[in-house]
RNA sequence: GGGCCAUUAGCUCAGCUGGUAGAGCAACUGACUCUUAAUCAGUAGGCCGCAGGUUCGAAUCCUGUAUGGCCCA
């Protein structure tokens, strides 16, 4: 406990002292800041609008004392503005808000508008209410939070003091209800799935482990909404959505958080060719909405949002620029090219190949791009392309190497799903653990009949990212997983 | 996984070839009735990330380690 800390508790036993409550119930809140700056903008210098009773509340930005007045700055949600006290306010409350209303406090303000005689839209305080002391002071004004591990561990005081950090996340709460709108304007219907799951599957990834005390076993935590989605088209949903956390076991990086929110959508009696069009609108929609345009710059470099998309099949991407037939050629010609960029895959299967090959040459791609076509051994939840089986009807939606989207034609067909889940089996036996796993009861839904079913997944986190030219993942989730400050050896987090 | 960088007061940072740890802001005391990075005078505040080593002596040099960041795979 520092000694800053230690006398701030000191002084509200004093607050105390003199009756007033450093921590009372509720105030009576009637303006938003940002609505003040809009409604007396008018106000001239020195201009001053009694007739205008106004109450807000915020946290104490900054104090300037000035003798026998007071200047503070008041920040809410929508903004700041400048309040001002003086002895008009009564002896004994200009004293107490002189002593001991500092920044970092909470307060409530009773009063009018004016304009100062230096132009700053001003709350005069005709009355004012202490409503929560701080006994921790902010980062300085001047230079704020920069420290990167303080504004993650810390994201509370990031959001206080780099507004906009603060506006960042409300972008992102606001792109979500906007995708919200769209899908429920589109038919869908909000769902939910289990993220505590026996089996798990949906995407090609390692999955977390839990135990589950009461039947003794382990779990995993959901590593996609798919499986379960689709148990909801077998039930006779038309078109189902879920917007959730899914998790997944591996590294973390610039675009990669253990835990990350994605939408997928489900609909039947649709193909990818539908999901294309949906994806198309949804994302440039959300794009336009928060940026203006469906052009942006993102972190220094255009891209172009407008519709509609670039196709490229993935066979014939990879074949122009590496001079490999991932349909044709044999595995040597796949591991020739591959050891030769240094990216030879850890499990030497042809999927694993495809995928190495793919990461090779995802990074030319810039504007939004629809990939299509994958082979069949790297989708084994998509359904066979109608003309050529080797390949999926499939897509993924590319935008500066980063994958956006994924979406393929639902493989409903339950011999040729079984056969999928084999092989994949296969793959897990010899050690791949991002292999999917059987799923029989998945299996024995699709064989009671699935109908024909378009499916949609985005990444929330990467539109975001997008939308608010945010550099890294950690911006855009407001708890990043980072590592714990301090443990002690029972595992108990130790304060400071 | 590899490389580079950072870690000093609540925050942002100085601290040179090793010689008793500094500033600004914040905090605390006081002055000031239109300030806005307010100003002015004063006070207090440090396990120099952690652990070893070298040395008469380490924030500084060396090794290890922790956490974070950036780049690469």
Request: hydrophobic residues 35%.
């Given at each position: 406990m520092d000694e800053i800390r230690s006398n701030k508790i000191k002084e509200i036993e004093e607050?105390?002292?003199?009756?007033?409550?450093?921590?009372?119930?509720?105030?009576?809140?009637?303006?938003?800041?940002?609505?003040?700056?809009?409604?007396?903008?008018?106000?001239?210098?020195?201009?001053?609008?009694?007739?205008?009773?106004?109450?807000?509340?915020?946290r104490v930005m900054a104090v300037r004392y000035q003798g026998k007045s007071i200047f503070f700055v008041v920040q809410d949600s929508t903004g700041q503005i400048q309040g001002y006290l003086n002895v008009s306010v009564g002896t004994d409350k200009f004293e107490f808000f002189k002593d001991h209303i500092k920044v970092g406090d909470f307060v409530g303000i009773k009063g009018f508008p004016f304009r100062s005689h230096t132009g700053e839209l001003t709350v005069f305080a005709a009355d004012y209410q202490l409503l929560s002391k701080a006994i921790r002071t902010l980062p300085e004004k001047w230079h704020g939070l920069t420290d990167k591990e303080k504004i993650y561990r810390?994201?509370?005081?990031?959001?206080?003091?780099?507004?906009?950090?603060?506006?960042?996340?409300?972008?992102?709460?606001?792109?979500?209800?906007?995708?919200?709108?769209?899908?429920?304007?589109?038919?869908?219907?909000?769902?939910?799935?289990?993220?505590?799951?026996?089996?798990?599957?949906?995407?090609?990834?390692?999955?977390?482990?839990?135990?589950?005390?009461?039947?003794?076993?382990?779990?995993?935590?959901?590593?996609?909404?798919?499986?379960?989605?689709?148990?909801?088209?077998?039930?006779?949903?038309?078109?189902?959505?879920?917007?959730?956390?899914?998790f997944r076991n591996e590294g973390?990086?610039?675009?990669?958080?253990?835990?990350?929110?994605?939408?997928?959508?489900?609909?039947?009696y649709v193909d990818y060719n539908y999901m294309m069009d949906l994806t198309e609108r949804l994302v440039s929609y959300v794009i336009e909405k928060v940026n203006g345009t469906t052009k942006i710059e993102y972190q220094g470099k255009p891209v172009d949002f407008s519709r509609p998309w670039k196709r490229v099949k993935m066979r014939d991407y990879i074949k122009d620029h590496l001079g490999v037939d991932i349909l044709e050629d044999p595995d040597d010609k796949m591991i020739k090219i591959l050891k030769d960029h240094d990216a030879l895959p850890e499990i030497m299967e042809r999927g694993h190949y495809i995928e190495k090959l793919w990461d090779l040459v995802e990074d030319t791609i810039t504007n939004p791009t629809f990939l299509l076509e994958h082979p069949v051994e790297i989708s084994p939840l998509a359904k066979r392309h109608r003309e050529d089986p080797r390949v999926t009807e499939r897509f993924e939606v590319i935008v500066l190497g980063n994958e956006l989207a994924n979406a393929f034609s639902e493989l409903n067909d339950p011999v040729d799903q079984r056969e999928r889940f084999e092989a994949q089996a296969a793959l897990r036996n010899s050690g791949d653990k991002e292999a999917q796993m059987m799923d029989f009861d998945f299996l024995r839904a699709i064989e009671y009949g699935m109908p024909p079913t378009g499916g949609l997944g985005i990444g929330i986190d990467r539109l975001v990212m997008f939308a608010t030219n945010a550099a890294t993942i950690k911006d855009v989730i407001a708890f990043p997983l980072i590592k714990p400050e301090n443990f002690d050896k029972s595992g108990m987090e130790i304060e400071e």
């Open positions: 607050i105390r002292k003199l009756g007033v409550n450093p921590y009372p119930y509720a105030f009576d809140v009637k303006d938003k800041i940002s609505q003040i700056r809009e409604r007396f903008n008018n106000l001239t210098n020195g201009q001053k609008d009694e007739s205008a009773s106004l109450s807000i509340a915020g810390q994201r509370y005081v990031d959001m206080t003091v780099n507004r906009e950090s603060f506006n960042r996340f409300k972008s992102r709460y606001e792109i979500i209800r906007m995708i919200r709108e769209f899908m429920n304007d589109e038919g869908f219907i909000e769902v939910e799935t289990p993220i505590l799951q026996f089996v798990t599957g949906g995407a090609t990834a390692r999955p977390f482990i839990t135990h589950l005390n009461a039947l003794d076993i382990d779990m995993y935590l959901k590593i996609a909404h798919e499986l379960y989605l689709k148990r909801y088209i077998v039930g006779g949903f038309d078109a189902v959505y879920e917007i959730g956390k899914c973390i990086d610039y675009k990669h958080n253990p835990e990350f929110t994605m939408i997928e959508c489900y609909r039947a």
